[in-house]
């Protein structure tokens, strides 16, 4: 699949020197800024997203899990009928799939987590060392790494800090 991330609207590098966006680092927060995840979230069909969400596993609701009998042998059959069901009720989970999954664990419980390119972009997105250009590099290739690509557009917006103009661009 093929994402665009918008610069002018991404949240990324946490609090650090090569961060973009204000308010907290969110699939989506209050101030209009969006994570990579958020913005490749909406890409997939998500349509709102609550701005206290800050994994995509939030994205699958906690009663798919929760309403679940509790099996605590092995697996009853129909468990796995069940997470096919709830497939079936809730598209949003196969939408979400590269991101986000619901599965049996070790218990025979339905659980929902993370992927590994989710948990790999978060580290990337967030952290605050890294420069811009380097930021894009390792999220390109962790992209391709799963047979996914992403493009960025636009411009990091301007700020203003103490009353002087800073353009983000130029940290790079």
């Not at 079936?88 to 590269?98: A, E, R």
């Not at 218990?107 to 894009?136: F, K, P």
Request: overall charge negative; some cysteine; charged content about 25%.
């Amino acid at each position: 699949m093929k994402f665009t991330i918008d610069r002018s609207t991404w949240r990324c590098g946490e609090y650090g020197l090569y961060n973009h966006g204000s308010g907290v680092t969110a699939l989506e927060n209050s101030e209009g800024f969006m994570c990579c995840l958020g913005q490749i979230s909406h890409q997939l069909g998500v349509a709102a997203i609550d701005s206290d969400l800050v994994e995509p596993v939030e994205l699958i609701p906690d009663f798919i899990c929760d309403d679940v009998d509790n099996y605590t042998t092995s697996p009853a059959p129909d468990v796995y009928v069940e997470i096919d069901a709830l497939r079936d009720q809730f598209p949003l989970i196969d939408k979400l799939k590269i991101l986000a999954t619901i599965f049996v664990d070790e218990d025979g419980v339905i659980a929902r987590t993370n992927t590994e390119l989710a948990l790999d972009a978060m580290v990337i997105n967030d952290a605050s060392t890294l420069t811009r250009v380097n930021r894009e590099r390792q999220l390109c290739k962790l992209f391709k790494k799963y047979g996914h690509e992403i493009k960025f557009i636009n411009q990091y917006t301007e700020a203003r800090v103490d009353g002087l103009s800073v353009l983000f661009s130029v940290l790079l």
